[in-house]
């Protein structure tokens, strides 16, 4: 399955999955039946893949939200969304989920006027996310800026290009996550 890991790659004819069809090899036509838990893992990897966390840290993140009122995988996927290399991506200021980790990582961004160079810093709602001044002039920034014109941000973002910010309005909803992740899966493979 296609996981747009790879930024504008992934938009082109040159993406590794519509290239080729099936997994290498001779066997790779061949497929067994996956089980029930199979498929189950298989959706936890692709959550944990697309945001780039690892299982401990997936795991927190699974008890945090079991914990919170509500619907378990919802509060999941809105603490994956909240995090601040999520965020960047989504405000478009870089072209994939790992450029906006390592710009991140590298201390281009603020967070209420305070640099942060934690990706997995969770933002909350009113925080303000913008690219510090001295790293206003970085080329890979100016140019996903360039780009995110043409992209729309989400509704729960408030996004100023000319300034690169971008304000935390609210919570995302179920309905605004474009991730193709089913959360029910990962649920079930934790309740075992």
């Known amino acids: 399955m296609k996981l747009f890991l790879k930024g504008e790659r992934c938009y082109t004819a040159k993406c590794a999955v519509d290239r080729r069809g099936t997994p290498p090899g001779e066997h790779g036509a061949s497929r067994r039946k996956t089980s029930e838990y199979g498929v189950q893992l298989r959706e936890k990897q692709k959550a944990r893949r697309i945001y780039g966390v690892m299982e401990a840290q997936f795991r927190r993140y699974f008890s945090r939200a079991a914990r919170t009122k509500g619907v378990t995988g919802t509060a999941l996927l809105q603490t994956l969304e909240r995090r601040l290399d999520n965020v960047v991506f989504r405000m478009g200021l ?8 390592q710009l991140v990582r590298h201390g281009h961004f603020e967070v209420n006027g305070r640099k942060t160079d934690i990706p997995s ?33 989400p509704a729960w973002l408030d996004v100023d290009y000319p300034n690169l910010r971008g304000k935390v309005l609210r919570l995302p909803m179920r309905e605004e996550m474009d991730v193709p992740i089913s959360e029910h899966l990962i649920i079930e493979l934790y309740s075992r």
């Open 94 to 101: 870089a072209d994939s989920r790992a450029e906006a980790r």
């Open 121 to 153: 810093f969770l933002v909350r709602e009113g925080d303000v996310v913008a690219v510090r001044e001295k790293s206003r002039g970085v080329p890979v920034i100016q140019q996903a800026a360039e780009g995110a014109t043409q992209r729309t941000a």
